[in-house]
Antibody, heavy 119, light 106 residues
Framework: EVQLVESGGGLVQPGGSLRLSCADSGFTFSRYSMNWVRQAPGKGLEWVSYISSGSSTIYYADSVKGRFTISRDNAKNSLYLQMNSLRAEDTALYYC????????????WGQGTLVTVSS | DIQMTQSPSTLSASVGDRVTITCRASQSITIWLAWYQQKPGKAPKLLIYDASSLESGVPSRFSGSGSGTEFTLTISSLQPDDFATYYCQQYNSYWTFGQGTKVEIK
């Protein structure tokens, strides 16, 4: 069974940093591209970042470019999101989502980890 | 950037109703569109991909159509389990979601 489990969320002050993790099991992690998607409280979904299976291709949404860094460790079946210079508007539930093997849609999602940026 | 606009934002319907949700793209995305269902406190669930392909395990009352800039998600006979929020997503150029359509009990 495919499982994606996010962790690392919490309360952080504006300007602070946080590192999110997504532990994956039930599939061959190294063969799949992965994404981070966030959802502000009571709001819609926003794509944040993409990383290819071998980390050769990385994309960021304009809203996080230069502040967030996506990475992965295929040996540990884990995906990461390093978030720096956090702002109040980064407050959201952060999901990791697996890109389908051949299509560019997301076929599996984790349950999310909540990041709150507040003083 | 490609913008996705869903309508309506909220839809009130009864069990058994036929429900249609529309998603419009700001430029052509050919068929590169997915639909997701999200229930409160849960992660989104894939329903439809490539505009009209039904994800494995998703009931056949869900269907998708469209191409270019206009797309629809149809629920042929609304069931109690279908009251949720639905999002479209384009993946023609990066990824963008619509703002969501909440299907409520009438």
């Amino acid at each position: 069974e495919v499982q994606l489990v996010e962790s690392g969320g919490g309360l952080v002050q504006p300007g602070g940093s946080l590192r999110l993790s997504c532990a994956d099991s039930g599939f061959t992690f190294s063969r799949y591209s992965m994404n981070w998607v966030r959802q502000a409280p009571g709001k819609g979904l926003e794509w944040v970042s993409y990383i290819s299976s071998g980390s050769s291709t990385i994309y960021y949404a304009d809203s996080v470019k230069g502040r967030f860094t996506i990475s992965r460790d295929n040996a540990k079946n884990s995906l990461y999101l390093q978030m720096n210079s956090l702002r109040a508007e980064d407050t959201a539930l952060y999901y990791c989502a697996r890109k389908h093997g051949t299509g560019y849609y997301y076929d599996y999602w984790g349950q999310g980890t909540l990041v709150t940026v507040s003083s | 950037d490609i913008q996705m606009t869903q309508s309506p934002s909220t839809l009130s319907a009864s069990v058994g109703d036929r429900v249609t949700i529309t998603c419009r793209a700001s430029q052509s995305i050919t068929i590169w569109l997915a639909w997701y269902q999200q229930k409160p406190g849960k992660a989104p669930k894939l329903l439809i991909y490539d505009a009209s392909s039904l994800e494995s395990g998703v009931p056949s009352r869900f269907s998708g159509s469209g191409s270019g800039t206009e797309f629809t998600l149809t629920i042929s006979s609304l069931q109690p389990d279908d009251f949720a929020t639905y999002y479209c997503q384009q993946y023609n150029s990066y990824w963008t979601f619509g703002q969501g359509t909440k299907v409520e009990i009438k």
